[in-house]
């Protein structure tokens, strides 16, 4: 297979795909940004989709879990099949807050797996998943979101601690988290301005990250507000800059 700026041949291949991002080009086609199963991010054109004719057009839009055909270019590669897995975009795009958490998850993807043409399969599983979930309405988006978010970033290598010291591994259970030291701090090593969360939220905390959803369906609402606070400041610190779409989510 020629790599994607490789003059001298264009080839097809086939993968399965979770649509991240869509944007204009010229009068007719799209520049789709796609998180793949084998060749993790991939930029490509969707030729004449946005025309009323498109035999594929709807089936890449954001949300939507497609199988693919492409073909290597020699700046992006041009979708020229595009199959429906999973029609996750009606149902996210119908509902408001379906959307705006699904919008975080999109994004937050995007940043995590940065390289184009390098597998990132669990990043990819993640996103399939969690976008899978929030369609399916058996749970409440925002712990889908702070769900995903741990496991995404500790995928990335920035796994939470919230039983041992995450500075000096001291076992706990202890009673602070610190975002910068990554997670909860014993006494020794609890920097000034840390947040002092209830054992229960740590509690819930261990169980978004684990996916376990039993511990998690019978916590209470104050717990999940606490804990939301402290995924979102976790996420929003590693990643490095503002998620733009995270202060849309709706919190119930």
């Not at 509690?203 to 979102?232: P, Q």
Request: with cysteine; aromatic share 6%.
């Amino acid at each position: 297979m020629g790599a994607p700026g490789d003059n001298a041949c264009v080839s097809l291949y086939r993968d399965e795909a979770i649509v991240l991002r869509t944007h204009k080009l010229g009068e007719a086609d799209r520049i789709v940004t796609l998180l793949t199963r084998q060749h993790g991010k991939v930029r490509a054109v969707g030729k004449g989709v946005r025309r009323t004719t498109s035999r594929f057009g709807s089936r890449l839009e954001p949300f939507m879990h497609v199988d693919l055909q492409l073909s290597t270019g020699r700046h992006l590669d041009i979708v020229t099949q595009a199959e429906t897995i999973g029609p996750y975009g009606r149902a996210l795009v119908a509902d408001y807050a379906l959307y705006t958490v699904g919008t975080v998850m999109l994004e937050t993807a995007e940043r995590l797996v940065d390289a184009e043409h390098e597998p990132a399969l669990q990043q990819y599983w993640l996103l399939v998943g969690g976008v899978r979930a929030l369609a399916s309405r058996e749970r409440a988006p925002g712990l889908v979101l702070d769900s995903y978010l741990l496991r995404a970033l500790a995928v990335a290598g920035w796994a939470a601690s919230f039983h041992d010291c995450a500075r000096c591994g001291e076992p706990g259970p202890h009673q602070a988290f610190n975002v910068q030291s990554g997670g909860a701090v014993c006494r020794s090593c609890r920097p000034p301005g840390s947040a002092s969360p209830a054992p229960e939220t740590f509690a819930l905390l261990s169980a978004l990250l684990a996916g376990d959803w039993g511990v998690v369906d019978d916590s209470a609402e104050r717990h999940r507000g606490e804990a939301a606070g402290l995924v979102a400041a976790f996420s929003q610190f590693h990643l490095e800059r503002r998620l733009r779409s995270l202060p849309h989510v709706e919190r119930v």
